[in-house]
């Protein structure tokens, strides 16, 4: 009796599983339903994908756009969509460079005819003494969206750390504080010695000497020590700057020490200052537009951190309202006068169904909502390995994919090789 039951079992079994649809493949074609065109003309969003994508823009209080840097054709979408973030009432611009990075940006396109211009002459003048001071600004494309988003209203929120050049800059908006006071010859002083402790540091650091800590050397050295001491506490805003500098070290400290463990630290950062702007705003309920690397902008939890974009995320629940993340690709790309084509240089890649619809004279807008509901439902079968996990991570942690038409390096906006 007992073996005739496990038989009927095992017959059961065999007819559910026999009788169960066959689940569809995840192939480019598969993502055609969900992907809509558009093209940017005279600096205005044309074509289908325009209506989806403004529409959720308008729907949200965050929007993420989750970028690959140096893009042209990124900084072009930037341009365009911001007339209608502030028509939705966005006001505020995250970007991916420090606080005080991101004040000086504020000031430097204060009048917007002239952002380029004074764009140009910063980037010039440190970059041939050291590097960019303010990443991904040094190109003629982000000063054209920095001088729309000044002239339309926004106000800059930098969330990152300073970027490892920035020190001899920073130092010289030390000095500026510092004008009409009597010791300000002395304070001079200091900063073009600590500038020359900076250039000499940064020589030795690209010594590759193993176990050299430059950014422990930099914090622990008495010249540093001297140019801060000229600032006390009721020095609010040069304190805000040493502090800055402090935490931007320590990050890069560890590293160096680490071998690369600082991720966490460096992510915390980032969410701090979002909530100290936030904060600011937070009982008007501030719509926001977040510009940073791809790696920040999604919901969830990823290496080993919730970064910004799952930040705002909880911030839109708790508000009722909604936040929208955006991944970007390219697929062709101009690079020494020759176009490339990505899908043919890795057609096996984890992404190369989202790249493969891709055009080279429109943008491509994918929504990942039909495609998480099939995955959810067991409607759509992923192969095991690198494609299963991208299109999972992708459907679950974002709303739309979006590949670029052709695109290149942004028109460098400074006269000095690097």
Not at 138 to 156: H, I, K, P, R
Not at 256 to 261: E, V
Not at 364 to 376: C, G, H, S, V
Request: glycine letters at 6%.
């Amino acid at each position: 009796m007992k073996y005739y039951c496990f038989l009927l079992m095992m017959l059961s079994s065999f007819t559910a599983r026999a009788q169960a649809p066959a689940c569809d493949t995840f192939t480019s074609a598969y993502l055609q339903p969900f992907t809509h065109h558009f093209s940017i003309e005279n600096g205005r969003l044309n074509g289908p994908g325009a209506g989806r994508l403004k529409e959720a823009i308008a729907h949200s209080q965050f929007t993420v756009l989750g970028e690959y840097h140096y893009s042209r054709q990124l900084s072009h979408l930037t341009k365009a969509l911001l007339p209608w973030l502030q028509r939705c009432a966005y006001r505020h611009f995250a970007v991916e460079v420090g606080p005080y990075s991101a004040r000086i940006l504020q000031r430097l396109s204060a009048e917007p005819e002239k952002t380029a211009a004074r764009l140009r002459e910063l980037n010039t003048y440190y970059t041939s003494r050291y590097d960019t001071p303010i990443p991904f600004f040094d190109g003629v494309e982000d000063a054209q969206f920095l001088a729309a988003a000044t002239n339309l209203g926004f106000q800059l929120w930098g969330l990152d750390q300073e970027f490892v050049y920035s020190p001899p800059m920073l130092s010289a908006e030390l000095l500026h504080l510092a004008e009409g006071r009597p010791d300000h010859a002395e304070i001079e002083a200091a900063k073009v010695a600590f500038d020359s402790l900076f250039s000499h540091l940064q020589q030795k650091d690209d010594e590759g000497i193993k176990g050299y800590r430059m950014f422990k050397e930099l914090t622990e050295h008495p010249i540093t020590s001297l140019l801060f001491s000229y600032f006390g506490p009721e020095d609010t805003e040069a304190q805000g700057i040493i502090t800055a500098l402090r935490k931007t070290w320590d990050i890069y400290d560890r590293n160096d020490y680490r071998g690369g463990y600082s991720h966490a630290h460096r992510i915390s950062y980032i969410r701090q200052n979002f909530l100290a702007n936030y904060e600011k705003f937070r009982e008007k309920k501030p719509k926001v537009f977040v510009k940073i690397g791809a790696l920040h902008a999604a919901r969830g939890y990823e290496f080993g951190v919730y970064d910004v974009g799952n930040l705002v995320y909880e911030l839109a629940r708790t508000n009722d309202s909604r936040s929208c993340h955006i991944y970007t690709l390219s697929r062709y790309y101009y690079e020494d006068g020759a176009l490339s084509d990505a899908v043919k240089e890795r057609p096996g890649g984890p992404a190369a169904a989202f790249r493969m619809m891709g055009k080279k004279d429109e943008w491509a807008l994918i929504e990942l909502k039909p495609l998480k509901e099939r995955l959810d439902s067991g409607s759509l079968c992923l192969r095991e390995g690198p494609e299963l996990n991208k299109v999972k991570f992708l459907a679950e942690n974002f709303d739309f994919v979006l590949i670029t038409p052709a695109d290149a390096e942004q028109e460098p906006n400074y006269e000095v090789s690097k």
